[in-house]
């Protein structure tokens, strides 16, 4: 089974950066992609960014373009998310998951990290 783990959560002002990790383990996969996805207080979950793990191909949700940056370490089955110029309504919670066949959704996903930016 998969795992999902996140990590790099946590207060800052706006304006600020934040680094997310999430750590893929749980035996030999394979994968096709991992992305972020978010859900703030009421809110459903949303699309935030995307990466194939193999090539550079990577996607942003509009609202966070220019702003965050996803990466990843094959290696380490390691996927990044660099959040720079953090805004109020970047608060959610950040969760991480893992496309392992290139389906139209995501097979597994962690538990999630809270990042809250204040105003």
């Known amino acids: 089974q998969v795992q999902l783990i996140e990590s790099g959560g946590g207060v800052v002002q706006a304006g600020g950066s934040l680094r997310l990790s999430c750590a893929a383990s749980g035996g030999t996969f394979s994968t096709w992609r991992m992305g972020w996805f978010r859900q703030a207080p009421g809110k459903e979950r949303e699309y935030v960014s995307a990466?194939?793990?193999?090539?550079?191909?990577?996607d942003y949700a509009d609202s966070v373009k220019g702003r965050f940056t996803i990466s990843r370490d094959n290696a380490k089955n390691t996927v990044y998310l660099q959040m720079n110029n953090l805004k109020p309504e970047d608060t959610a919670v950040y969760f991480c998951a893992i496309d392992l066949v290139g389906g139209n959704s995501f097979d597994y996903w962690g538990q999630g990290t809270q990042v809250t930016v204040s105003s």
């Open positions: 990466i194939r793990w193999s090539g550079s191909s990577t």
